[in-house]
């Protein structure tokens, strides 16, 4: 039997909670009452709780400047603001981050247009007084000021996903019931973002201290993204700064969210690896748990340089805009977020270029989540296989940025390409604008020993959507072999690509298409938000006639909460509610072989596959349509019945050859 709990405290309060016997602890928060407490706006203008006895109902929200999460619901909260305002709810955003400065709630509060109080918690006592512990975290109080709703605005955002629109909007609802006098539904649900950060008393015996060791292993594993002007929300090379998120940073390191690294370590050695030792980690725990003591700024190592704007070493040969004006970014995306927007650029190449390094730099990082420039050669049109058509060229993909590729390596863009962006924006609730910019390096042809393409291996009967991924499958497989390379090359770099529902990917090295292979990078818990570019430490082999084959996984149920709709089947499409699979890889081919025009067996390869029912990668004689048997004993050389993927080359060879006599 079910057993409920009715929990009636007081009827004039209109505050009644049914809750019911389940796994959750109990929210020990609900009907506390919040004293008076008077403290200062940005503008030093001092406020109390008691201004607003009139009201029926507070909402007070704890916000931080720099928290994700944070920022994501500040404008949200104003338009909450604006809809119950008028029916007796008033408003309170408090911040309690002792890293929060005024100059940055007042920004904050410009930039997200709150007009509600926003008031600073120096010394987060009142953070003390109510219980809160993170930002967002919200309480509704009633008319007595007790809490009656506390929790999250919505389930819109959490901590690894964005849905395109909430599923709950439990705060509205809860405001909803108690205007109506009603009990609130769901009175408590659980707020996720950071922790605030409060002030601490360090201990003056901690052997790990911010000075000696934990500055020196944010530089080598955060500071690359958490510096002023780069794609982190805040900084991580200054004390002040640092010591506000010590809890936050614990709990992301421990969760393994930071630094952002998802290769397998039992496969492959990666340059770019930014992953923590277990020894790291624990420094960073026991500095945590000694209230992050500063220790003797003398042993603070000295700062690293950077070059502000461009990442690449040197200034960028040519830069191109994405478009001669900005983009109007919408203050909310539509119910499918906002498109991809596409942008084709004339870079006016006369003759073909060689590049060397190619960094892509969004205008608004606050609305960018990536951009991605590709080199459509003349001929246009968009192939998608191996070094045909549009070439990918740079990304800018939270996880991967700039590319400068080895000494003596680059990349072919033909004479008269153009160059393609495709932009992905996430509105902030505020309209916004951008135009995003790609800046290239080039190199004198006479430099270059290897071209180096980015290869891509895909499934076709999922690109052609002859199937798509079952909906409420949390596991569904899709494989890909390349065709076999056609020279000797040497792997430089892996990125798995795929959306919403991707979940892992492998990449394995094969000699034959369906016999398995080494496993050269398994991504087991790949996760959309970044898209890595895995640098291998030693280039990798491929001999000619070899395969990539990989393997890709997605979860398309429920328990994948960036899941759009678990309940829909998905099929090849570029849009984040679409899915790909993509594996991409850069490959270096010594320049005087990738020029030697040798497509023959790669369109071998495919004309076999498409018709190998036993996938062994050769034809039998069962397996071709009668019309085509007589092409089928011509290129039968060997007379065995049997066409294999050289012969069936040799054969297109030897027909194109003639044609062009
Ligand atoms: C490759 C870039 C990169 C590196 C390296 C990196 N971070 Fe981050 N970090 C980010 C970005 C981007 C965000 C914001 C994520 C978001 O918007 O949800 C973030 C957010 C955070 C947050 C806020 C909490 C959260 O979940 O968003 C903390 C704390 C943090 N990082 C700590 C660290 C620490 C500690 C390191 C090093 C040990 C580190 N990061 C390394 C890019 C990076």
Redesign the pocket.
């Known amino acids: 039997m079910r057993c409920f709990y009715y929990l009636i405290t007081g009827m004039l309060a209109g505050c009644l909670f049914i809750a019911t016997a389940s796994a959750e602890p109990k929210d020990t928060l609900l009907n506390k009452q919040v004293k008076n407490f008077t403290l200062q706006d940005f503008r030093g203008k001092s406020v109390q709780l008691d201004d607003q006895r009139e009201q029926k109902l507070v909402v007070i929200a704890f916000l931080g400047t720099e928290?994700?999460?944070a920022k994501l619901y500040g404008g949200r909260l104003q338009k909450l603001a604006d809809e119950f305002t008028s029916q007796g709810v008033a408003f309170y955003a408090i911040m309690s981050n002792q890293q929060d400065s005024l100059t940055e709630i007042a920004a904050y509060a410009r930039k997200h247009e709150i007009n509600f109080p926003v008031l600073k918690d120096a010394g987060n006592h009142i953070a003390d007084q109510i219980g809160a512990k993170r930002t967002p975290e919200i309480f509704v109080l009633n008319q007595d000021r007790k809490i009656c709703y506390h929790g999250r605005v919505d389930d819109q955002y959490g901590?690894g996903y964005l849905r395109d629109e909430p599923q709950r909007e439990d705060l509205k609802i809860a405001l909803t019931e108690l205007l109506a006098d009603k009990t609130v539904s769901q009175p408590s649900t659980k707020p996720v973002g950071?922790f605030i950060g409060r002030i601490r008393e360090p201990d003056p015996d901690s052997k790990v201290t911010y000075s000696n060791q934990i500055s020196r292993?944010?530089q080598k594993?955060?500071v690359?993204?958490?510096r002023e002007g780069e794609?982190?929300?805040f900084a991580?090379n200054e004390y002040e700064e640092v010591a506000g998120?010590a809890e936050?940073?614990a709990?992301?390191?421990r969760d393994q969210?930071?630094?952002?690294w998802h290769a397998d370590p039992k496969h492959g050695k990666f340059a770019n690896d930014?992953s923590?030792g277990k020894a790291e980690k624990e420094l960073?725990y026991t500095w945590v748990e000694n209230g992050a003591p500063q220790g003797d700024p003398q042993d603070l190592p000295k700062q690293q340089s950077y070059v502000t704007g461009w990442k690449l070493p040197q200034k960028p040969d040519a830069v191109f805009y994405m478009d001669d004006k900005p983009f109007n970014v919408p203050a909310q995306a539509g119910k499918r977020g906002v498109k991809y927007q596409y942008f084709t650029v004339d870079p006016g190449f006369t003759e073909d270029k060689w590049l060397k390094g190619a960094e892509a730099l969004p205008g608004n990082r606050a609305v960018v989540h990536h951009i991605l420039v590709f080199a459509r050669p003349p001929q246009g049109k968009r192939v998608r296989v191996f070094g045909e058509g549009d070439q990918f060229l740079v990304g800018y993909v939270?996880?991967s940025r700039e590319v400068m590729l080895p000494e003596g390596m680059a990349k072919k863009v033909p004479a008269g390409s153009k160059l393609v962006f495709q932009l992905h924006y996430t509105p902030i609730g505020v309209e916004q604008q951008d135009r995003s910019k790609v800046g290239l390096v080039f190199t004198d042809e006479s430099k270059v020993t290897h071209q180096v393409v980015t290869a891509q291996v895909i499934n076709e009967d999922f690109v052609r959507r002859r199937f798509s991924i079952d909906a409420n499958n949390d596991n569904f497989k899709i494989e890909a072999t390349s065709p076999p390379s056609d020279r000797d090359g040497v792997i430089l770099s892996f990125m798995p690509h795929m959306h919403l529902r991707g979940k892992a990917f492998r990449y394995e090295l094969r000699k034959t298409p369906d016999q398995p292979g080494e496993t050269l990078i398994n991504v087991p818990a790949f996760d959309f938000?970044w898209q890595t570019a895995y640098s291998v430490e030693k280039p990798i082999p491929i001999k000619n006639g070899e395969y990539i084959h990989c393997v890709a996984h997605y979860n398309n149920s429920d328990s994948n909460l960036s899941n759009p709709d678990p309940n829909k089947d998905v099929s090849w499409g570029d849009q984040t509610w679409n899915e790909m699979m993509i594996g991409y890889f850069n490959v270096a081919i010594p320049k005087e072989t990738a020029e030697a025009e040798n497509q023959f067996k790669t369109i071998a390869f495919k004309l076999v596959r498409r018709r190998d029912k036993n996938s062994n990668g050769k034809l039998e004689r069962d397996e071709v349509p009668l019309r085509e048997l007589p092409l089928f004993f011509q290129a039968d050389q060997d007379k065995d019945s049997i066409v294999t993927v050289d012969e069936l080359a040799a054969m297109i060879e030897k027909t194109r050859g003639k044609k062009t006599e």
């Open positions: 928290c994700p999460l901590v950071c292993l944010f594993h955060c690359e993204c958490h794609i982190a929300p991580l998120w936050t940073i709990e992301v390191v969210r930071m630094p952002p930014r923590l960073i939270p996880g938000n």
